[in-house]
Protein backbone atom coordinates (compact mmCIF):
# COMPACT_ATOMS: atom_id res chain seq x y z
CA UNK A 1 0.00 0.00 0.00
CA UNK A 2 1.40 3.67 -0.67
CA UNK A 3 0.43 6.24 1.00
CA UNK A 4 0.21 9.84 -0.07
CA UNK A 5 -0.89 13.08 2.02
CA UNK A 6 -2.46 16.45 0.30
CA UNK A 7 -2.73 19.84 2.09
CA UNK A 8 -5.99 20.06 0.65
CA UNK A 9 -9.22 20.68 2.08
CA UNK A 10 -11.32 17.53 0.36
CA UNK A 11 -14.62 15.95 0.81
CA UNK A 12 -13.79 12.15 1.38
CA UNK A 13 -16.83 10.95 -0.45
CA UNK A 14 -17.15 13.01 -3.51
CA UNK A 15 -13.07 12.50 -4.25
CA UNK A 16 -13.68 9.31 -4.00
CA UNK A 17 -16.34 9.38 -6.70
CA UNK A 18 -14.22 11.45 -8.81
CA UNK A 19 -11.40 9.15 -8.44
CA UNK A 20 -13.29 5.75 -9.57
CA UNK A 21 -15.13 8.15 -12.72
CA UNK A 22 -11.88 9.12 -14.31
CA UNK A 23 -11.22 5.30 -14.51
CA UNK A 24 -9.65 3.83 -11.32
CA UNK A 25 -11.08 1.46 -9.30
CA UNK A 26 -11.36 1.47 -5.44
CA UNK A 27 -10.65 -1.97 -3.51
CA UNK A 28 -12.46 -4.46 -4.17
CA UNK A 29 -13.11 -3.99 -7.41
CA UNK A 30 -10.74 -6.06 -9.45
CA UNK A 31 -7.97 -4.02 -10.96
CA UNK A 32 -8.55 -1.53 -8.27
CA UNK A 33 -5.76 1.49 -7.99
CA UNK A 34 -6.38 2.67 -4.85
CA UNK A 35 -7.67 1.57 -1.25
CA UNK A 36 -9.75 4.59 -0.25
CA UNK A 37 -9.79 8.56 0.47
CA UNK A 38 -9.24 9.96 4.59
CA UNK A 39 -9.66 13.52 5.42
CA UNK A 40 -8.20 14.56 9.20
CA UNK A 41 -7.06 17.75 10.49
CA UNK A 42 -3.37 17.96 11.62
CA UNK A 43 -1.87 20.90 13.46
CA UNK A 44 -4.89 22.89 12.17
CA UNK A 45 -4.20 22.05 8.64
CA UNK A 46 -6.74 20.27 6.64
CA UNK A 47 -5.24 16.70 5.15
CA UNK A 48 -6.18 14.36 2.27
CA UNK A 49 -4.80 11.20 2.48
CA UNK A 50 -5.09 8.76 -0.58
CA UNK A 51 -4.15 4.76 0.10
CA UNK A 52 -2.93 3.60 -3.08
CA UNK A 53 -2.68 -0.07 -4.54
CA UNK A 54 1.29 -0.91 -4.36
CA UNK A 55 1.25 -1.78 -8.70
CA UNK A 56 -0.17 2.29 -9.19
CA UNK A 57 1.93 3.75 -11.98
CA UNK A 58 2.97 7.45 -11.68
CA UNK A 59 1.24 8.65 -14.46
CA UNK A 60 -1.85 7.64 -12.73
CA UNK A 61 -0.61 9.28 -9.44
CA UNK A 62 -0.08 12.63 -11.18
CA UNK A 63 -3.78 12.25 -12.58
CA UNK A 64 -5.06 11.87 -9.15
CA UNK A 65 -3.10 14.82 -7.84
CA UNK A 66 -5.17 17.05 -10.50
CA UNK A 67 -8.03 15.56 -9.55
CA UNK A 68 -7.68 16.21 -5.59
CA UNK A 69 -6.44 19.49 -6.89
CA UNK A 70 -9.80 20.81 -7.79
CA UNK A 71 -11.70 18.61 -5.67
CA UNK A 72 -14.51 20.45 -3.95
CA UNK A 73 -13.42 21.04 -0.22
CA UNK A 74 -15.39 21.13 2.85
CA UNK A 75 -17.32 22.43 4.04
CA UNK A 76 -19.63 22.74 0.56
CA UNK A 77 -21.64 26.05 0.64
CA UNK A 78 -25.03 26.10 1.62
CA UNK A 79 -27.95 27.10 0.31
CA UNK A 80 -30.12 30.18 1.96
CA UNK A 81 -32.52 28.59 4.23
CA UNK A 82 -36.00 29.76 2.45
CA UNK A 83 -37.89 32.48 4.57
CA UNK A 84 -41.99 33.36 4.86
CA UNK A 85 -43.25 36.69 3.63
CA UNK A 86 -42.05 38.19 7.57
CA UNK A 87 -38.90 36.79 7.13
CA UNK A 88 -39.44 33.68 9.32
CA UNK A 89 -37.25 30.74 8.24
CA UNK A 90 -39.26 27.63 7.29
CA UNK A 91 -39.07 24.55 9.79
CA UNK A 92 -37.87 21.49 7.55
CA UNK A 93 -39.27 18.65 9.86
CA UNK A 94 -38.25 15.92 7.25
CA UNK A 95 -34.89 13.33 7.45
CA UNK A 96 -33.60 13.61 3.86
CA UNK A 97 -29.94 15.33 4.41
CA UNK A 98 -29.97 18.44 2.29
CA UNK A 99 -28.65 18.32 -1.39
CA UNK A 100 -29.81 14.47 -1.39
CA UNK A 101 -32.87 13.17 -2.86
CA UNK A 102 -35.00 9.43 -2.44
CA UNK A 103 -34.55 6.16 -4.14
CA UNK A 104 -35.93 2.79 -3.10
CA UNK A 105 -33.87 -0.10 -4.83
CA UNK A 106 -33.36 -3.46 -4.47
CA UNK A 107 -30.10 -3.33 -6.05
CA UNK A 108 -26.86 -2.60 -5.70
CA UNK A 109 -24.26 -0.06 -7.74
CA UNK A 110 -21.06 -1.03 -9.94
CA UNK A 111 -18.42 0.72 -8.82
CA UNK A 112 -16.08 1.14 -12.53
CA UNK A 113 -16.89 2.22 -14.58
CA UNK A 114 -19.52 3.90 -11.87
CA UNK A 115 -23.43 2.87 -12.49
CA UNK A 116 -26.41 2.77 -10.41
CA UNK A 117 -28.74 -0.15 -9.78
CA UNK A 118 -26.42 -2.39 -11.70
CA UNK A 119 -25.30 -4.84 -8.92
CA UNK A 120 -26.88 -7.42 -7.19
CA UNK A 121 -30.70 -7.94 -5.97
CA UNK A 122 -31.56 -8.85 -2.01
CA UNK A 123 -33.61 -11.92 -3.51
CA UNK A 124 -33.45 -15.76 -2.12
CA UNK A 125 -34.87 -18.85 -3.30
CA UNK A 126 -33.81 -22.14 -0.71
CA UNK A 127 -34.28 -24.21 -3.69
CA UNK A 128 -31.26 -22.82 -5.27
CA UNK A 129 -28.85 -24.83 -3.30
CA UNK A 130 -25.75 -23.22 -4.92
CA UNK A 131 -26.90 -19.90 -3.58
CA UNK A 132 -25.97 -21.00 0.25
CA UNK A 133 -23.07 -22.12 2.63
CA UNK A 134 -23.13 -23.77 6.53
CA UNK A 135 -19.55 -22.47 6.91
CA UNK A 136 -20.06 -19.99 9.51
CA UNK A 137 -23.68 -20.06 9.71
CA UNK A 138 -25.01 -20.95 13.48
CA UNK A 139 -25.73 -25.30 13.80
CA UNK A 140 -28.46 -26.38 12.07
CA UNK A 141 -28.77 -23.46 9.33
CA UNK A 142 -27.74 -21.95 6.06
CA UNK A 143 -27.21 -18.69 5.33
CA UNK A 144 -26.72 -16.70 1.91
CA UNK A 145 -24.93 -12.88 1.96
CA UNK A 146 -25.58 -10.23 -0.57
CA UNK A 147 -23.24 -7.16 -0.83
CA UNK A 148 -24.67 -4.24 -2.04
CA UNK A 149 -22.06 -1.33 -2.76
CA UNK A 150 -22.82 2.19 -3.90
CA UNK A 151 -20.94 4.62 -5.99
CA UNK A 152 -21.95 7.43 -3.86
CA UNK A 153 -22.77 8.29 -0.47
CA UNK A 154 -25.89 6.59 0.62
CA UNK A 155 -28.38 7.37 3.85
CA UNK A 156 -30.33 4.44 4.69
CA UNK A 157 -33.84 5.41 5.87
CA UNK A 158 -36.27 2.45 5.58
CA UNK A 159 -36.74 -0.62 4.13
CA UNK A 160 -39.73 -3.30 2.71
CA UNK A 161 -39.49 -7.28 2.59
CA UNK A 162 -41.31 -9.80 0.49
CA UNK A 163 -41.37 -13.26 1.69
CA UNK A 164 -43.41 -15.38 -1.24
CA UNK A 165 -42.81 -18.71 1.12
CA UNK A 166 -41.51 -17.52 4.83
CA UNK A 167 -39.91 -20.33 7.76
CA UNK A 168 -40.55 -19.93 10.85
CA UNK A 169 -37.11 -19.68 12.03
CA UNK A 170 -35.65 -17.90 9.07
CA UNK A 171 -34.39 -14.10 9.57
CA UNK A 172 -32.18 -11.73 8.05
CA UNK A 173 -29.70 -9.19 9.13
CA UNK A 174 -28.11 -6.41 7.43
CA UNK A 175 -24.69 -4.50 7.86
CA UNK A 176 -22.35 -1.97 6.76
CA UNK A 177 -19.31 -3.48 6.68
CA UNK A 178 -15.75 -1.50 6.39
CA UNK A 179 -13.70 -2.99 3.04
CA UNK A 180 -9.96 -4.62 4.15
CA UNK A 181 -7.56 -0.87 3.82
CA UNK A 182 -10.55 1.11 4.54
CA UNK A 183 -11.06 3.75 7.40
CA UNK A 184 -14.01 3.19 10.73
CA UNK A 185 -14.87 5.11 13.51
CA UNK A 186 -15.14 3.18 16.75
CA UNK A 187 -16.71 5.58 18.97
CA UNK A 188 -14.42 8.73 17.77
CA UNK A 189 -10.75 7.15 17.49
CA UNK A 190 -10.43 6.49 13.46
CA UNK A 191 -9.14 3.16 12.97
CA UNK A 192 -7.97 1.42 9.80
CA UNK A 193 -9.13 -2.07 8.65
CA UNK A 194 -5.89 -4.36 8.94
CA UNK A 195 -7.89 -7.66 9.28
CA UNK A 196 -7.28 -8.74 5.39
CA UNK A 197 -11.23 -9.01 5.03
CA UNK A 198 -14.57 -7.26 5.66
CA UNK A 199 -15.17 -6.49 9.47
CA UNK A 200 -18.71 -5.12 9.91
CA UNK A 201 -18.62 -2.17 11.43
CA UNK A 202 -22.90 -0.84 12.13
CA UNK A 203 -25.37 -3.70 12.41
CA UNK A 204 -28.78 -2.17 11.82
CA UNK A 205 -31.38 -5.41 11.41
CA UNK A 206 -30.76 -8.22 13.77
CA UNK A 207 -32.59 -11.36 13.42
CA UNK A 208 -35.45 -10.05 11.76
CA UNK A 209 -37.63 -12.74 11.03
CA UNK A 210 -38.88 -14.09 7.80
CA UNK A 211 -41.72 -16.62 9.12
CA UNK A 212 -44.87 -15.58 7.16
CA UNK A 213 -46.04 -15.36 3.73
CA UNK A 214 -46.20 -11.58 2.94
CA UNK A 215 -44.30 -7.94 3.14
CA UNK A 216 -43.51 -5.70 5.75
CA UNK A 217 -41.87 -2.38 6.41
CA UNK A 218 -39.07 -1.19 8.54
CA UNK A 219 -39.53 2.53 9.00
CA UNK A 220 -36.53 4.69 11.20
CA UNK A 221 -38.18 7.25 10.31
CA UNK A 222 -34.79 9.28 10.26
CA UNK A 223 -31.32 8.92 8.38
CA UNK A 224 -28.66 6.79 8.84
CA UNK A 225 -25.26 8.06 9.13
CA UNK A 226 -23.38 7.90 5.38
CA UNK A 227 -22.32 4.61 4.22
CA UNK A 228 -19.43 5.69 2.12
CA UNK A 229 -18.42 4.49 -1.69
CA UNK A 230 -17.32 0.70 -1.83
CA UNK A 231 -18.66 0.13 1.56
CA UNK A 232 -20.25 -3.07 1.46
CA UNK A 233 -24.01 -2.77 2.68
CA UNK A 234 -24.71 -7.17 3.83
CA UNK A 235 -27.54 -8.56 3.76
CA UNK A 236 -27.26 -12.25 5.61
CA UNK A 237 -30.51 -14.77 4.95
CA UNK A 238 -30.22 -17.06 7.58
CA UNK A 239 -32.44 -20.26 7.38
CA UNK A 240 -32.69 -23.96 8.29
CA UNK A 241 -29.98 -26.39 6.52
CA UNK A 242 -33.02 -28.50 5.93
CA UNK A 243 -35.33 -26.36 4.03
CA UNK A 244 -35.63 -25.74 0.09
CA UNK A 245 -39.18 -23.72 -0.19
CA UNK A 246 -38.04 -19.87 1.62
CA UNK A 247 -38.18 -17.60 -0.97
CA UNK A 248 -38.23 -13.50 -0.30
CA UNK A 249 -36.44 -10.12 -1.67
CA UNK A 250 -36.09 -6.87 -0.10
CA UNK A 251 -35.61 -3.03 -1.00
CA UNK A 252 -33.96 -0.08 0.27
CA UNK A 253 -35.44 3.12 0.65
CA UNK A 254 -32.29 6.08 0.61
CA UNK A 255 -31.43 9.19 0.32
CA UNK A 256 -28.28 9.95 -2.02
CA UNK A 257 -27.20 12.84 -4.13
CA UNK A 258 -27.93 11.28 -7.42
CA UNK A 259 -30.17 8.02 -9.37
CA UNK A 260 -28.34 8.32 -12.41
CA UNK A 261 -25.13 8.51 -13.60
CA UNK A 262 -25.15 10.76 -16.34
Keep these: MITKNYEHQSDAGRLT ?4 ASGKPQYPTTGFRFYGVNTFMDNGEYITQLLFADDITAGEITEVDAIVAVTIPLPLPQ ?3 PVDSEDKPYVRSEPRPLNCTTMFTGSGDTLSPPAIGTGPRIIWDAS ?4 WTTSGAPSGYKQKTIDLVFCDDVYMRAGHIFTSVGVMTAYLDLYVMCPNGAYYYDEDTLLQNT ?10 IVQ ?3 NKTGSVLIDSETASSAVPPGYPIRAVISI ?13 MLYRHRTVVL
Design 195 to 204: TGYPIPIDHN
Design 17 to 20: SEII
Design 79 to 81: PTP
Design 208 to 210: FPL
Design 128 to 131: ITGD
Design 240 to 252: PDTDDTCKGSAIL
